[in-house]
């Protein structure tokens, strides 16, 4: 096979496609964001054992990858919706760190003034229309989304995130063939994380593969390794210039792991340790660091400024939300309707 | 500025208001199954995508649950849709997207979005469309913080209120009774607007008060034409607004009459007739009531298809009648 990269730095490692899209700053932006991802996740894990959270709280740690890589294409004015495990997808699209921990303390500094918390937690500024408590229930208001852009003919599409637990639900196949019919800007992204809860795929799914879907609503179905940063962000690319030119909308399946499991209440009781750890082998962010490196597109002394950068900014974020006000009780009805106009 | 009055039928009067609505905005979608070139199963809008185009009056396939969540979608995205249930009962397929994402998305998001969005839903009994299609749900929505849920029962308020509720920027349920689409009544032009938060005093009297909402005000007011001939005068409150509920208007009627009477339609157990006996227990006027308070609602079975049964199985005029009667006994 020929080198296509054929860098002066890297002469001898093949240069995924996606790379020719990105110059090093993107990467290191990447990286960025795939770290505070990770660090925003393990704070959450350590605010709950020290009692600072009690609520929902689902994990994306080994996620990385599917958030930010999905992300790479979409600017502020696209749109995406998120599941419950959301961290990541807030954090892929632009969301800053102190607002959104604080929405996770349930603070009145949150993103969500501390109403949503973790399973609901947005940032409409920057096009996050939410996680959503329901499985699947984002989809169809990503088609919403894409609906009025398209409407707007400015150019904008609309991701849905979604997980393998919401491919046999109704609002995925609902979704799909209405977003196909209307041949909407949207792009479905699947995080196939093998299991919904503890019911792995291959008992839930009649399917082999999600992305088989696609066939059915006559739309292009995508499978990429979820964990390759460079193989999702290549398929979001091309599902979203394919979305953005008219052409409709695109199911990536993007094949990925849990490797915190479903919940706080997850014994691991469904999947075996060696499964745990063959996926720990194959963690997003040291390969994609490992990537870039051999790329030369970074430095090891680059990828440290910025773990250290994101240390600092993820504590500097908790200080914040955990020093926060919590909301008052008396506005507990506020913003249930909109304020009147007159 | 006074407008002309025609008479309307209340089909033709939401026609209107959807099309004063789409002239206006540009942001106005209509959305639902065959409401484009079949003109909607109840004819309500007709032609308007002769004259607004299929961009605008837009046919989803029959798939309630995406349609809604679209709507939703779109609505927290600078659109505003308005999506016609054909029937009330289908509404459940979509039950997902109106209760929990549509009522709830601006509070979880703590105030930053709208989602101003309007389900219009044909409701009631009375054309023949058995357990599944007939039903009064009215009470389910108007338990959910975050919807705004009105009946109206003239073809003037459905218009006005319609106005309303497409510009308000908060989600809006609107319950129509398939029979009133017929009931003729004079319609002002052009663009006016009704509140969604105040009951409207239809008929005024000394003797009870009978709070009814939709169809039931027709039937109440048909009541109270007899029961004037015996000598018994209904004051009769049209509810209109389910949530928010105005019950102030209830009590100040109740204090006045001293006699509760509630009609509505849908199941009588756990319905609107216990938020209108509560409004007026938990205020000053349970000490006005010189009688036990009467709650006429639907009986606790399906919709049942004979015409026979399905009379039975909702308040009918006589029927409002003759609790009227018993209420209204022993007034001084």
Same mark, same amino acid.
């Given at each position: 096979m020929p080198d296509r990269a054929g860098g002066a730095h890297a002469p001898h490692v093949n240069?995924?496609?996606?790379?020719?899209?990105?110059?090093?700053?993107?990467?290191?932006?990447?990286?960025?964001?795939?770290?505070?991802?990770?660090?925003?996740?393990?704070?959450?894990?350590?605010?709950?054992?020290?009692?600072?959270?009690?609520?929902?709280?689902?994990?994306?740690?080994?996620?990385?990858?599917?958030? #930010? @890589?999905?992300?790479? %294409?979409?600017?502020?004015?696209? &749109?995406?919706?998120?599941?419950? +495990? $959301?961290? !990541?997808?807030?954090?892929?699209?632009?969301?800053?760190?102190?607002?959104?921990?604080?929405?996770?303390?349930?603070?009145?500094?949150?993103?969500?003034?501390?109403?949503?918390?973790?399973?609901?937690?947005?940032?409409?500024?920057?096009?996050?229309?939410?996680?959503?408590?329901? #499985? @699947?229930?984002?989809? %169809?208001?990503?088609?919403?989304? &894409?609906?009025?852009?398209?409407? +707007? $003919?400015? !150019?904008?599409?609309?991701?849905?995130?979604?997980?393998?637990?919401?491919?046999?639900?109704?609002a995925f196949h609902e979704s799909l063939n209405l977003a196909s019919i209307w041949k909407l800007p949207v792009v479905f992204v699947c995080e196939n994380n093998q299991y919904a809860m503890s019911t792995a795929i291959s008992r839930s799914t009649a399917a082999p593969n999600v992305a088989d879907r696609a066939s059915a609503y006559a739309m292009p179905g995508v499978i990429v390794d979820g964990n390759t940063f460079a193989d999702v962000a290549e398929a979001s690319f091309v599902a979203v210039e394919r979305a953005r030119a008219g052409d409709g909308p695109t199911l990536i399946e993007a094949k990925t792991y849990g490797a915190r499991g479903h919940s706080r209440s997850d014994r691991n009781r469904y999947r075996s340790r060696e499964e745990i750890e063959s996926w720990k082998q194959r963690d997003p962010i040291a390969a994609f660091e490992a990537e870039i490196v051999a790329l030369g597109l970074a430095s090891r002394e680059e990828i440290e400024a910025i773990e250290n950068e994101v240390r600092a900014e993820m504590a500097a974020a908790v200080d914040f939300a955990v020093k926060s006000p919590a909301p008052r009780p008396s506005d507990v009805t506020r913003d249930v309707y909109s304020p009147r106009e007159d | 500025m006074p407008q002309a009055m025609r008479e309307l039928t209340f089909a033709e009067a939401i026609r209107e208001a959807l099309a004063i609505a789409l002239e206006a905005d540009e942001r106005v979608v209509l959305m639902g199954e065959d409401i484009g070139v079949y003109g909607g199963a109840f004819q309500v809008t007709g032609d308007l995508v002769e004259r607004f185009g299929e961009n605008r009056v837009i046919d989803t396939p029959i798939s309630e649950l995406a349609g809604a969540g679209v709507a939703v979608g779109a609505a927290l995205t600078g659109t505003r849709p308005v999506y016609e249930f054909q029937f009330s009962d289908f509404s459940m397929l979509a039950m997902e997207q109106i209760v929990n994402q549509a009522a709830k998305i601006r509070y979880m998001l703590g105030g930053a979005v709208h989602v101003p969005v309007v389900f219009r839903m044909p409701t009631g009994s009375g054309l023949g469309g058995a357990a599944q299609h007939s039903q009064s749900l009215e009470a389910w929505f108007a338990h959910v913080p975050g919807l705004k849920v009105i009946e109206p029962s003239t073809p003037h308020d459905v218009k006005g209120m319609l106005l309303s509720a497409i510009a308000d920027p908060d989600p809006v349920i609107v319950f129509e009774h398939k029979l009133l689409y017929k009931v003729k009544g004079p319609v002002p032009e052009g663009d006016y607007r009704v509140a969604l938060d105040k009951a409207a005093l239809r008929r005024e009297g000394r003797d009870l008060t009978i709070v009814a909402t939709g169809i039931m005000t027709h039937r109440a007011l048909e009541a109270a034409a007899i029961l004037a001939g015996e000598g018994v005068e209904a004051e009769i409150v049209d509810l209109r607004c389910l949530r928010p509920f105005d019950g102030e208007t209830i009590v100040a009627s109740v204090k006045k009459t001293t006699r509760l009477l509630a009609v509505y339609e849908g199941v009588k157990t756990l319905g609107l007739g216990a938020e209108v006996s509560a409004r007026v227990a938990e205020s000053e006027a349970i000490d006005y009531l010189d009688a036990p308070i009467l709650r006429l609602g639907g009986v606790e079975a399906p919709i049942p298809y004979s015409p026979v049964l399905e009379k039975a199985a909702v308040p009918q005029v006589e029927d409002i009648v003759a609790a009227a009667r018993s209420l209204a006994q022993g007034r001084a």
């Open positions: 240069r995924p496609a996606v790379y020719f899209r990105l110059s090093s700053s993107d990467a290191l932006d990447a990286l960025r964001r795939m770290h505070r991802i990770r660090r925003f996740e393990e704070a959450a894990e350590e605010a709950y054992v020290r009692g600072l959270s009690y609520g929902a709280m689902h994990l994306s740690i080994g996620q990385e990858a599917t958030a #930010v @890589g999905v992300c790479m %294409p979409l600017t502020d004015a696209d &749109a995406i919706t998120s599941t419950h +495990r $959301g961290h !990541g997808h807030c954090i892929a699209k632009g969301a800053q760190l102190k607002p959104m921990f604080a929405e996770f303390l349930g603070k009145e500094t949150g993103l969500c003034k501390g109403r949503g918390g973790s399973m609901h937690i947005a940032d409409p500024a920057r096009g996050n229309l939410g996680a959503n408590g329901i #499985v @699947g229930a984002g989809l %169809p208001i990503a088609v919403g989304a &894409a609906f009025s852009g398209k409407r +707007r $003919g400015d !150019g904008s599409v609309a991701v849905a995130f979604f997980g393998d637990g919401a491919n046999n639900e109704g | -």
